[in-house]
Nanobody
């Protein structure tokens, strides 16, 4: 059974940093894209960043490019999202997702597996 468990969320002031972690288990993730999405109250879930488990290729939403960095540690089966220069508009529940890289892009419905989410709140 695939499990994705996020951690690292919290409350931070604007301009601060947080690092989110996603511990993955239950299958081999080679051939998968691992991504972070976020959902603010009253808004649709949106793509944040993705990384290919196999070769480490990364992709970012324009809104976070240059501020957020996605990475993975294949030995620990963990994906990270380093978030710097945080803004109040980054406030959301952040979700980790895994999907077959042949299908998984920037749309939530392209991903088969999801974590429970972790809250990130950025105060102004």
């Amino acid at each position: 059974q695939v499990q994705l468990v996020e951690s690292g969320g919290g409350l931070v002031q604007a301009g601060g940093s947080l690092r989110l972690s996603c511990a993955a288990s239950g299958r081999t993730f080679s051939g998968y894209n691992m991504s972070w999405f976020r959902q603010a109250p009253g808004k649709e879930r949106e793509f944040v960043a993705a990384i290919s488990w196999s070769d480490g290729s990364t992709y970012y939403a324009d809104s976070v490019k240059g501020r957020f960095t996605i990475s993975r540690d294949t030995a620990k089966n963990t994906v990270y999202l380093q978030m710097n220069s945080l803004k109040p508009e980054d406030t959301a529940v952040y979700y980790c997702a895994a999907g077959d890289l042949r299908r998984a892009g920037r749309r939530p419905n392209e991903y088969a597996y999801w974590g429970q989410g972790t809250q990130v709140t950025v105060s102004s």
